[in-house]
Nanobody, 122 residues
Framework: QLVESGGALVQPGGSLRLSCAAS????????IGWFRQAPGKEREGVSC????????NYASSAKGRFTISTDNAKNTVYLQMNNLKPEDTAVYYC?????????????????WGQGTQVTVSS
């Protein structure tokens, strides 16, 4: 089971840290992806990580602003989001896949959380 948290209403330029807590399996053996879906738009990959960081990827929209990381002791993956923009507004989901390296395509991910809402607005 994956449970996201940390979504909120934030002003442009602000920061949020999203959490993806896993139960029932060890995140270290899985690739974890963060995805987002805005109203009327397709789901898109934001970032992914394998284990403690042997493989990390970011969407171009996230590079330089978002940082993904893993806390093995807490079995949790974080997405630190800085300099947030209105176009970052979406429901953010984390997902897990038992694959060797992380990829941004959502089709390979088998386990999904329920999502957390991020709204960037003044």
């Amino acid at each position: 089971q994956l449970v996201e948290s940390g979504g909120a209403l934030v002003q442009p330029g602000g920061s949020l840290r999203l959490s993806c807590a896993a139960s029932g399996f060890n995140l270290g053996y899985y690739a974890i992806g963060w995805f987002r879906q805005a109203p009327g738009k397709e789901r898109e990959g934001v970032s992914c990580i394998k284990g403690s960081g042997s493989s990390i990827n970011y969407a171009s929209s996230a590079k330089g602003r978002f940082t993904i990381s893993t806390d093995n002791a807490k079995n949790t993956v974080y997405l630190q989001m800085n300099n947030l923009k209105p176009e970052d507004t979406a429901v953010y989901y984390c997902a897990a896949a038992f694959i060797a390296v992380c990829v941004m395509g959502s089709d390979v991910y088998d386990y999904w959380g329920q999502g957390t809402q991020v709204t960037v607005s003044s």
